[in-house]
């Protein structure tokens, strides 16, 4: 995942955890059309470097970073989904939304920023 260049090592925002799993699942989609393949165990997780617990944050009513919500991360459990690429869009959308947020969830994160909620 790519991390913000000005920030520490240790902090990822959550909006790119989820842009790199919409980018990963999409990914996943299309070359399972390529190769007439449907089930897919899929299995994300994140490393860093330093010796500082790892920090997931979002941003706030203004779009600044925000913290206050965080876990710090010692480790990172890396979180795992059977995943169906023959389902509809609003099915499939849903596999993703699940696993963007069980993806930010470990780090305190409630909601989604990037991915667009279930109406």
């Known amino acids: 995942m790519m991390r913000d260049e000005f920030a520490p090592a240790s902090r990822l925002r959550s909006d790119r955890m989820e842009r790199f799993t919409a980018s990963l699942m999409a990914l996943l989609r299309s070359s399972a059309e390529h190769h007439g393949t449907r089930d897919y165990e899929v299995k994300m997780g994140v490393e860093w470097t330093g010796d500082e617990p790892l920090i997931i944050e979002t941003i706030d009513n203004v779009g600044y970073p925000y913290d206050g919500g965080s876990i710090p991360l010692h480790r990172y459990a890396p979180v795992m ?19 963007a947020t069980d993806a930010v969830n470990q780090g305190g994160i409630q909601y989604l920023q990037a991915i667009k909620a279930r109406e």
Do not use: H, M, W, Y
């Open 81 to 99: 989904a059977s995943v169906r690429t023959d389902v509809g869009e609003s099915d499939f959308l849903d596999q993703v939304r699940d696993l």
